[in-house]
């Protein structure tokens, strides 16, 4: 899916700001504290034209706004942008052919680690990030992890926000299985969905190539038990008694799913739910928005209650937020007018429509935005608003490299614990084949 903005579009495009997009919200005001502060000198090329790839949308408005938002920037510097929006599964692939043919788009907002992977073949974005961190009141933890160059303060990439994935549950079943609320121990966890399913009112987490859920899942579980992909002098560190042991617990907890997980894709759960099929899940707030906004399954939305991820063992609930995470390439002939563009959408003016048409859908990578209507428009959403507070992101707790980077979206753990939860594997030897599997990465490095 792609469009071409020029001066000429402004008029229809950027106008749907002031007029409202069909089927979002009025965007409210919100109390956005900047600083003034000196903006970075970017001359803008003469005759630039730019190209940037980024994923589609998982709900709508995000799209609408971002045409508006970079059709605004189009009219103000007289310059034609094209952007096209692709699949969430062909976007490292299409990261991967621009950056090693040194051809294409002249910025991606891929996801998370991908400015790691490629990071010799992009321009640093320090100029651009110093200057909205000072303005905005800092970029926070994830934010920091993911944009900067591992032992730097070098900022390879400029996160844009991260979508978070806890709990979301039916507040009915849960009750009618005897517990308030979802426990944040293993046990009682367990206890919770073993009632569930014999109520015929299942969990379920996704355990196939899914981008955002079964990296997701996988990476909770191995946590919350004190395991990890790689340690913290960056060599593999999955083979270990903590990963083990949590990989025996999911086998008593996958009995209690719904069938079908091991083949789940990113939106899988969210069909299961709004059916009646899933009543335990984790999952971005799209599924909450698009239950609330159809009549027919707005009682599924009145029902529901988001918490976060069971603590386990861990001292905080150990989720890392899906990461939106811009990058601009050397092969570019028109860097200055690229980081302008992404400065220019992660201002105010820009930004924070964005980020109330997405419904808290991508949360913030600056401090003030804290403070953004978003997070006040509905008290189911408000517990999105610090995805990016936290210190757990993919390849903790070591440097994001390459290597851990390939291991991602090579779906090491996620295949690891599906592995263990169809039976393939004993935990013992699914961990030893990650570990072989994620070496292979790391030897590249």
């Not at 005001?29 to 001359?43: E, G, K, M, T």
């Not at 920037?73 to 969430?88: M, P, S």
């Not at 909205?132 to 070098?154: D, E, F």
């Not at 996958?254 to 709004?274: E, K, L, M, Q």
Request: hydrophobic residues 40%; proline residues 5%.
């Amino acid at each position: 899916m792609a469009f071409n903005i020029t001066r000429r579009d402004f008029s229809s495009l950027g106008a749907a700001l002031g007029a409202g997009l069909a089927g979002a919200p009025a965007f409210a005001q919100s109390n956005i504290q900047r600083r003034d502060v000196p903006a970075p000198n970017l001359a803008i090329e003469r005759g630039a034209t730019l190209r940037m790839l980024r994923p589609v949308r998982f709900v709508q408005p995000d799209e609408e706004v971002f045409r508006a938002n970079v059709a605004r920037f189009a009219q103000q510097h007289n310059i034609q942008v094209r952007v096209d929006f692709v699949g969430w599964e062909d976007i490292n692939q299409q990261t991967a052919v621009t950056a090693n043919t040194g051809a294409g788009p002249d910025l991606i907002i891929g996801f998370g680690d991908a400015p790691h992977v490629y990071a010799d073949k992009l321009i640093e974005l320090t100029d651009v990030a110093e200057y909205l961190g000072n303005r905005y009141g800092g970029w926070k933890t994830l934010a920091q992890r993911y944009g900067k160059r591992h032992g730097t303060n070098n900022w390879i990439g400029l996160p844009f926000g991260a979508s978070g994935g806890p709990l979301v549950w039916r507040q009915s079943a849960v009750r009618e299985a005897g517990f308030q609320s979802p426990p944040d121990d293993h046990a009682s966890f367990l206890r919770l969905c073993q009632a569930l399913r014999r109520n015929n009112k299942p969990a379920g987490f996704a355990l196939g190539n899914a981008v955002g859920d079964g990296n997701g899942f996988a990476n909770w579980l191995v946590w919350s038990f004190g395991g990890k992909l790689v340690n913290e002098d960056g060599s593999v560190g999955i083979n270990s008694r903590e990963t083990i042991a949590a990989l025996n617990y999911l086998r008593e907890l996958y009995p209690t799913f719904v069938p079908g997980t091991i083949a789940w894709g990113d939106i899988s759960n969210n069909r299961a739910y709004a059916s009646n099929e899933l009543f335990l899940t984790s999952n971005g707030v799209s599924l909450y928005f698009s239950l609330k906004n159809d009549p027919a399954t707005r009682p599924i939305a009145d029902d529901t209650q988001h918490t976060l991820m069971p603590k386990g063992l861990a001292s905080v609930s150990p989720m890392a937020g899906l990461t939106l995470n811009a990058m601009v390439f050397r092969h570019s002939r028109f860097p200055n007018a690229s980081k302008a563009l992404l400065a220019f959408l992660l201002e105010t003016e820009q930004y924070d429509p964005w980020l109330q048409a997405n419904l808290g859908y991508w949360a913030q990578p600056l401090n003030a935005y804290n403070t953004s209507a978003t997070w006040t428009s509905d008290e189911k959403v408000s517990i999105f608003r610090d995805t990016m507070d936290t210190e757990f992101y993919n390849g903790y707790r070591g440097p994001i490299t390459e290597g851990t980077a390939a291991a991602n979206a090579d779906y090491v753990m996620v295949q690891m614990c599906a592995a263990v939860a169809s039976g393939q594997a004993t935990p013992e030897a699914a961990v030893r084949e990650a570990e072989r599997r994620a070496q292979r990465f790391f030897r590249r490095r």
